[in-house]
């Protein structure tokens, strides 16, 4: 499907990244380059996505600059995120000019790929939002305040959502101007406007930098890439 130029991407990197230490994880080392590198690299190279919009937390915009010069993403703008995500993805989607698809990917998941970009574009025109996910494997459990089971899940019908989200601008922007409450990510957004998000076949190996023992198995995961 040929989007040439109507997709925006946004990638989410403004966080505090308290759960890695006192490094930033965004521009923590994975083989060759820094995490955040891996996915905007993806969407630079990518001739569906036009412009991109990195969001970052003010102490990340002087090292965000520099990489993106020495990068040569010549598609990037940097935009001062906001206290949460979803304010981080508001301030992003304010910077894209003229698209009619918006992709939003966190950049804690350095595992995007052109298969999830293309296969969430076309998911997305069913219902104008796609969700990259996976099936559950394990079984979920539900318990109370005392930690008592109050349910078990049926699997077949669990998925773990990823990123990328894509959706056409006008249903996002719509979605976060009249966002009241907390989610934690855009297609809760959607949903909350009674929209349908698809969701599509995610990857296993598209796991998301939390903690240093998720950095740890990116290590194994890149080189196999």
């Known amino acids: 499907m040929n989007k040439g130029g109507e997709v925006g991407a946004i990638i989410v990197a403004a966080g505090s990244a308290q759960r890695m230490g006192k490094a930033n994880k965004i521009f923590a080392p994975l083989r060759s380059k820094p995490l955040l590198a891996w996915s905007v690299d993806i969407c630079q190279e990518c001739s569906l996505i036009g412009q991109i919009v990195i969001t970052l937390n003010d102490k ?13 993403w010549s598609k990037v703008t940097l935009c001062l995120g906001g206290a949460r995500r979803q304010d981080s993805v508001k301030e992003g989607l304010h910077k894209l000019k003229d698209c009619r698809w918006v992709l939003i990917h966190d950049g804690a998941r350095p595992f995007l790929n052109l298969d999830l970009i293309e296969n969430g574009l076309e998911a997305a025109t069913e219902t104008g939002a796609a969700v990259a996910a996976v099936p559950v494997k394990d079984t979920i459990k539900l318990a109370g305040s005392n930690e008592l089971v109050r349910e078990t899940f049926q699997r077949d019908k669990l998925w773990v959502a990823q990123t990328p989200q894509i959706f056409t601008y006008a249903i996002i922007a719509k979605a976060y101007q009249e966002l ?7 297609a809760a957004a959607v949903e909350r406007l009674g929209y349908e998000a698809k ?3 995610g990857d296993y190996n598209n796991i998301k ?3 240093p023992e998720d950095l740890a198995l990116a290590e194994i995961i890149a080189q196999d890439i």
């Open 209 to 211: 930098v939390t903690t």
């Open 180 to 186: 009241k409450a907390e989610v934690t990510d855009d």
């Open 60 to 72: 990340d915009l002087e090292p965000g600059q520099k990489l993106k010069e020495e990068r040569g």
């Open 199 to 201: 969701l599509y076949m």
